[in-house]
């Protein structure tokens, strides 16, 4: 199997060559291809990237749009989509072959890069979230096959594009599969914003988003700055 591995950014110039270089390192030995959509309007990640490997897409800002841009980019057979600060487990390429020999789709269980006693409270409610509703969410680093991203394809909303992703995918029969293997993501947005406040902000969210409210609503409330 092949792997498109594709990452959204926007003013992650001081961290994304580290990126880059840790999932090279993660995939070394199998026949991949990175693709960095930057959102900003000026390229201003995109100019910093050293490996000229990279495959490097200009986009309008919106993870939506982002990510939809980088799976029409992409010509590998597996689309791992990848947040610019979570890190893959060494041996994801087995568990993404593995779990998509028996599901259409798949994620791995989070984990967030901090010592804070409430941060393992958090993962322990997306884990079941995730489970439960065989929604995973874009920090679990979500992949599937190629032909049924395309065949569900990214909306162009702000905010809950992995959510709603995931939503048409299980809508049409796609089933889910979970790796007990866990990625692990940056706490910068709960510390930059407080652990309490960012999470009941999210949970907010996610229920107004189940309850009918337009993305482009909920996202006057969670700037996109640092994703």
Known sequence: MSFSVIIPVY???STINRQL????????GHCFEIIVIDGHQE???????????????????????????GLEAASKDI?????ADTKLPQDAPAEINRILGEYYAG????RIDDWH?????IEQTAALRSRLTKIPYGDQAVFTRRGTALAIG??????????????????KGFSVGFSDRCVYTSSRRWRKEGILRCTLRNWKLAVLYNYGVHPSKLAEEYSPNVD
């Open 11 to 13: 003013s992650e110039e």
């Open 21 to 28: 270089e840790h999932v090279a390192s993660i995939f070394q």
């Open 43 to 69: 390229d201003s990640t995109l100019k910093v990237v050293e490996d000229n490997s990279i495959i490097k897409v200009s986009s309008a800002r919106g993870r939506g749009i982002q990510l939809q841009k």
């Open 79 to 83: 689309c791992l989509f990848l947040h």
């Open 107 to 110: 994620a791995f269980d989070l």
């Open 117 to 121: 006693p409430a941060f393992r409270f």
């Open 154 to 171: 990214f909306e162009p909303i702000p905010i809950m594009e992995d959510v709603t992703f995931m939503k048409e995918l299980k809508g």
